[in-house]
């Protein structure tokens, strides 16, 4: 069973292959959503969301956690 999970960090675009969004939280995990919100895609900016975890996603990174992002609050400018 997936598991919901409540986090803070930073936005991070990660130039491996083609490249993708993750969050590096503040206790320095590493999650990779899925569907990352475009909202979101701001490098460096504080992100704030909950997300579940995911066991279908097979992709070719190999970096953090796969998950998908349940909700969020956009980031202040």
């Not at 986090?7 to 959503?33: H, V």
């Not at 701001?42 to 992002?69: F, K, N, P, R």
Request: some cysteine; hydrophobic content about 40%.
């Amino acid at each position: 069973m997936s598991r919901r999970v409540k986090i803070s960090g930073k936005a991070r675009f990660q130039n491996i292959d083609m490249g993708f969004w993750g969050i590096i939280s503040d206790d320095g995990k590493k999650y990779r959503p899925i569907n990352m919100p475009e909202q979101l895609k701001i490098e460096g900016a504080d992100v704030h969301c909950v997300v579940q975890e995911v066991d279908y996603d097979v992709d070719i990174y190999m970096w953090g956690t796969a998950v998908e992002v349940v909700s969020f609050e956009t980031p202040s400018p």
